[in-house]
């Protein structure tokens, strides 16, 4: 018999009250739109935990209705503070990765760095200064490809989704890092206090697990998966585990979800990495609904401002 219309996983990233934040201009979701959509879902789906998920995809559980997975990248305060909370109301649990250099050692993100910056400037101006702390002029931006920027950064317009892609997979990692991390503290402030403002402690995680959450990994520096030698790949994802293990409660099952998320974000040495740490299973920003029988380490997610089921859910 047919499972009637298979694992639809919603990923989320910053769910926050915006218009009371420093980062009003920051692109999220609000916090009572999430509320509302969480409601909304659960009149459609069964909205599972992965245990479930696992053993629909196993083909050993039939639903009576389509399923749904909530996720959420970057383990972030918020999560701790707006979603766990609301989540647990509901009686619904839900996937959260975290950046474990981010948690650990107080690091910013480059990525969110990035967010932060251009939340906070003028993007022309931002851009301008970015590119001449790495000695580049801005005719560099006409050689990135933009039908990949385009596909990887579908919200964006397509001059900040080139600038996005350029910062995040063409700019040697040194070089950008050195730019933004004294951009960073010129225009927003000390890297270290901000880290502990944005991303969820150890001990809040472990209480988000006790709520029912669970907790995975998204490597140890948020860099692309397919970007690192094999060194560097075993590298990131032993520390991203090994942190996992010695700050977080034991769980069941360990799910792991890829930076930035496209196919050709990770490799198959990624996905055998993976394994080989433990980790259950893995999560893209692919688009697309899953079903029994799919390969584990390339599940496939669909954003929260994307259709499920024909209709916005966002």
Same mark, same amino acid.
């Given at each position: 018999?047919?499972q009637?219309?298979?694992l639809h996983?919603v ?7 915006l ?5 009003p ?11 509302? /959509?969480?409601k909304?879902?659960?009149a459609?789906?069964?909205?599972c935990?992965?245990?479930v ?8 559980y039939?639903p009576?209705r389509?399923?749904?997975? +909530?996720?959420?990248d ?6 701790y503070?707006?979603v ?19 948690? =650990? ?14 939340? !906070? ?6 851009q301008?200064?970015? +590119? ?13 490809d933009?039908?990949?920027?385009r ?7 397509e ?11 063409v ?6 890092d ?6 960073f ?6 890297e270290a206090?901000?880290? /502990?403002?944005?991303?969820? !402690?150890w001990?809040?995680?472990? /209480?988000? /697990?006790a =709520? ?5 990994g ?8 397919s970007?690192?030698?094999?060194g ?11 942190s996992?293990?010695?700050? +977080? ?9 890829y930076?930035?998320?496209k196919?050709?974000?990770?490799t198959a ?9 433990g980790?259950?299973?893995s999560?893209?920003t =692919?688009?697309g609904?899953?079903?029994p029988g ?21």
């Amino acid at each position: 018999m047919t499972q009637p219309g298979g694992l639809h996983v919603v990923m989320y990233h910053y769910v926050r009250d915006l218009p009371r934040s420093r980062f009003p201009r920051l692109k999220a979701m609000l916090a009572q739109d999430f509320r509302l /959509q969480v409601k909304s879902l659960s009149a459609e789906f069964d909205i599972c935990g992965l245990d479930v998920a696992l053993e629909y995809l196993h083909g050993r559980y039939q639903p009576k209705r389509r399923l749904c997975l +909530l996720t959420f990248d970057d383990g972030l305060k918020e999560h701790y503070h707006e979603v766990t909370a609301e989540l647990a109301r509901q009686r619904v649990s839900g996937l959260f990765f975290v950046i474990t250099d981010s948690t =650990e050692n107080h690091r910013v993100a480059p990525v969110h760095k990035n967010h932060f910056l251009t939340a !906070s400037l003028d993007f022309s101006a931002y851009q301008a200064e970015f +590119l001449e702390r790495i000695g580049a002029a801005a005719s560099v931006l006409e050689n990135v490809d933009a039908k990949a920027a385009r596909r990887t950064y579908i919200w964006d317009e397509e001059a900040a989704a080139v600038f996005k892609y350029f910062f995040n997979f063409v700019v040697e990692p040194a070089v950008r890092d050195r730019a933004i991390a004294a951009m960073f503290e010129a225009h927003i402030g000390p890297e270290a206090e901000f880290a /502990q403002s944005l991303y969820a !402690s150890w001990d809040e995680l472990r /209480q988000m /697990q006790a =709520e029912g959450m669970v907790i995975g990994g998204h490597t140890h520096r948020h860099r692309p998966c397919s970007s690192l030698t094999d060194g560097e790949l075993s590298d990131d994802l032993g520390l991203c585990r090994r942190s996992l293990d010695a700050n +977080l409660s034991p769980q069941r099952f360990w799910p792991f979800s890829y930076p930035y998320g496209k196919a050709d974000s990770y490799t198959a040495h990624t996905v055998g990495e993976l394994k080989r740490l433990g980790f259950d299973c893995s999560f893209s920003t =692919e688009p697309g609904v899953n079903h029994p029988g799919d390969d584990l380490f390339s599940l496939r997610r669909m954003d929260c401002k994307v259709a499920v089921a024909g209709r916005k859910v966002a």
